[in-house]
């Protein structure tokens, strides 16, 4: 029986792999919290049975089956654990895009030079040839030239909501009277200048990302021999965004087609806890709380005076622990309270799930925050820059975070206070946990989401894409049709006030003319 059953699961396997497709994927962007998503994609595509030749920075350690690297590793410099408090003020809490496109999109796109670009670009293979390219957009859209150069359709991944600038070259809609710029820290319940604010935000943005994206079109004719009058138009290539965000978390708004959620598609188990890890959450009686700043920022680079608040508070909330990843420990500012621990990295879910787990200190990184989200675990917030404060703001308007705004301004009271309230006000945890099951229940999971319209679109190309990308701005804003009413409307009212004042004229003259009669008849009549 055992034999029979080998045999069935390997026919299915067989024919699985005989109909799977050959993806190209495209990830150039060197942060690793973007190609944690990327990557799970990618992963679950293999497995599924389809030829994955895989772009990244972040080749496999050990041979994946029908997962094939093509290794960018060592031709920029690292993002890992490499981003300091210095660096993020050059950067500025709020985007500045021209600095966006130049960081994560002139050097991105300079990476088609590279010979094993350029080997793919002239050589792509043919045995099979690709059937679909999926790539992640951020900041270098250069790179969708490569549907249109092996003639298939483009999967654009967005490890994000969907960007300010997204939405008008995907026609996906949004009104800025509810839907906050994901650059800002709006809720969807604005007042009259918050909407103003954020409606210029969005088109400025908008704008702006384009404007300094254009000239992006010279690595397409250098390298794809692709002449685009617009940047704009490289766009109307893709058939669909997969985007990592979910309703439950980022808000009721309204979606286009071919815009598909699959928020959550990273969470999985990252590996088991070091035992010494497991040791310090088994023996956290009164709680543990885990406080990291993602994977680039380096908490130990800010100011001495900030490190010492946050030593303080943590002290001061002893018995409860803390697990604190910390880059470089030879960096750390001495004097760790005792119920601290530090490493360099932690297997984050594997946190998550262990029961002593109370909060989670995060600068609002959407990864990070899915994750503790997932699985019920209410957080404090210290956003540092670009989406991670409407990250926050939409936790702590769902009541299961507190926001501190910014590190510069945390004080020993401050951070304490917040502490407290998470791990003695049952609101929070309460809150988060009837969220996670609003984020979990769905029809399919992000994984399985994301492999069927995947495939969907291999299957029948370009069947989502939206009419409106044919159509002229004007035509999109109805502008002809406005026109058309006014013209129609004040020819109308023209005529009727030009036939009453012809009327009014005529019964004057006629009114008139009466008089002059009635009065020649009684002066006749009085000779």
């Known amino acids: 029986m055992k034999i029979l059953l080998s045999i069935f699961y390997a026919i299915l396997l067989c024919d699985q792999i005989a109909n799977g497709y050959r993806i190209l994927g495209v990830f150039p962007l060197h942060g690793k919290s973007h190609w944690i998503v990327n990557e799970a994609l990618m992963k679950d595509l293999a497995r599924r049975g389809h030829q994955v030749d895989v772009i990244t920075h972040f080749p496999q ?4 089956p029908n997962y094939k690297d093509i290794s960018l590793k060592d031709t920029l410099p690292p993002t890992v654990n490499n981003i300091s408090a210095a660096d993020l003020e050059r950067f500025g809490g709020s985007p500045k895009i021209p600095v966006l496109v130049q960081m994560g999109g002139d050097v991105i796109c300079n990476l088609l030079g590279h010979p094993k670009l350029q080997e793919l670009i002239k050589n792509p293979p043919q045995d099979p040839p ?10 270098s859209p250069c790179y969708i030239a490569f549907g249109r150069h092996l003639k298939v359709p483009v999967i654009a991944t967005v490890t994000s909501m969907m960007h300010d600038w997204l939405n008008e070259v995907s026609a996906n809609p949004i009104n800025p009277a509810y839907t906050p710029s994901m650059f800002s820290d709006y809720t969807q319940r604005m007042n009259f200048k918050e909407r103003l604010m954020n409606f210029w935000a969005i088109h400025f943005h ?7 994206t254009n000239h992006h079109l010279t690595f397409v004719k250098k390298h794809f021999g692709i002449d685009v009058s617009n940047i704009k138009d490289l766009y109307k290539d893709i058939a669909l965004y997969l985007t990592n965000s979910h309703h439950s978390l980022n808000g009721v708004r309204p979606l286009a087609t071919n815009v598909i959620e699959v928020g959550g598609l990273h969470i999985r188990d990252d590996g088991p806890l ?35 608040q946050i030593y303080a508070s943590f002290e001061k909330i002893a018995p409860v622990r803390v697990l604190m990843k910390v880059a470089k420990e030879e ?43 997932y699985y019920g675990v209410p957080m404090i917030g210290i956003p540092l820059f670009a989406d991670q404060h409407i990250n926050v703001k939409n936790y702590v308007t769902k ?5 501190l705004h910014s590190i510069y301004n945390i004080t020993e009271e401050k951070l304490t206070s917040a ?58 804003c109805l502008l002809d049709i406005y026109a058309f009413i006014f013209i129609v409307t004040v020819t109308v009212l023209y005529t009727a006030f030009f036939v009453l004042r012809k009327l009014k004229r005529l019964l004057f003259r006629s009114h008139t003319c009466a008089k002059k009669d009635s009065s020649t008849m009684k002066s006749k009549k009085n000779k």
């Open 61 to 64: 350690k050990k041979p994946i």
């Open 130 to 139: 690709y059937d679909l390219v999926i790539l992640e957009l951020f900041a």
């Open 206 to 212: 908008t704008w702006q990302f384009h404007y300094y």
């Open 274 to 308: 070091s035992p010494e890890v497991q040791k310090w959450l088994d023996d956290s009686e009164h709680g543990c709380i885990y406080f990291t700043f993602g994977s680039s920022v380096r908490i130990e680079t800010y100011p001495e005076k900030i490190i010492q």
């Open 331 to 373: 960096d750390l500012l001495p004097g760790l309270p005792k119920n601290v621990m530090t490493q360099p990295w932690f297997p984050q879910i594997s946190i998550f799930k262990h029961k002593n787990t109370r909060a989670f200190i995060t600068h609002g990184g959407l990864g990070g925050t899915t994750e503790a989200v």
């Open 399 to 403: 009541q299961v975070a507190i926001s």
């Open 419 to 476: 502490l407290n309230s998470i791990l003695k006000d049952p609101t929070y945890r309460d809150n988060i946990q009837k969220l996670s099951k609003r984020f979990v229940d769905r029809p399919m999971n992000a994984s399985s989401t994301a492999i069927f319209w995947v495939e969907y679109i291999a299957k029948y190309g370009h069947v989502l894409r939206s009419p409106e990308l044919d159509l002229y701005w004007w035509q999109r």
